[in-house]
């Protein structure tokens, strides 16, 4: 198997897949994953319950969860482009100090990773990180993401931002809500 430690991650939800789409940055190469609804419904909850055995969620963490997510955004991961994903994209590079376009160019051939989906989700939990490894029946990459117990929360605070547009349900930890969130769904309830 080939392993891919997972540095920085953005997250986007896709109406034409109805997937959760996980693009990953490894290194130098950038890697697409999905997630379907039945996987991220089996993963999400788990990681929510080993942040609440973990003492997140405390009244006092909080504040220092918004406020932590808000000051680490990082720039999103791009993906390469292509016109058939998967497939090698070829460069075409010229070399400026010739006379002769045709003597001097060079074709280049740069291998775009196809889209992946996640088949698997392996979780190894510690009282402070935790490891999830997804794995795809199809292929021999695997996905390591490693994360601490605010990295966790950043983490299903990302997801929750993306899933919005889904018509994914999900009972999220009120500790993970906005105070506008928090009083929608109080009027929500109170409308029911």
Not at 88 to 95: L, Q, Y
């Amino acid at each position: 198997m080939i392993e891919h430690v997972v540095q920085t991650i953005s997250l986007n939800y896709s109406v034409v897949e109805d997937r959760l789409e996980l693009r990953c940055k490894s290194g130098l190469p950038s890697y697409q994953l999905w997630l379907t609804q039945r996987m991220w419904l089996q993963l999400t909850p788990a990681i929510i319950k080993w942040l609440v055995d973990s003492g997140v969620g405390a009244p006092h963490t909080k504040g220092f969860i918004k406020d932590s997510f808000a000051e680490n955004k990082s720039d999103p991961v791009e993906l390469p482009t292509t016109v058939d994903a998967g497939k090698p994209a070829t460069e075409h590079t010229t070399n400026e100090s010739s006379a002769s376009d045709d003597l001097s160019s060079e074709i280049t051939t740069k291998w775009i990773p196809e889209p992946w989906l996640c088949t698997t989700a392996n979780l190894q939990m510690a009282s402070q990180s935790i490891r999830i490894q997804f794995v795809a029946d199809c292929s021999q990459h695997v996905f390591i993401f490693s994360m601490s117990a605010l990295e966790a929360c950043h983490f299903l605070i990302a997801q929750k931002n993306a899933l919005k547009k889904s018509g994914w349900s999900f009972a999220w930890p009120a500790w993970l809500l906005g105070s506008e969130e928090q009083e929608q769904e109080s009027i929500e309830t109170s409308l029911h």
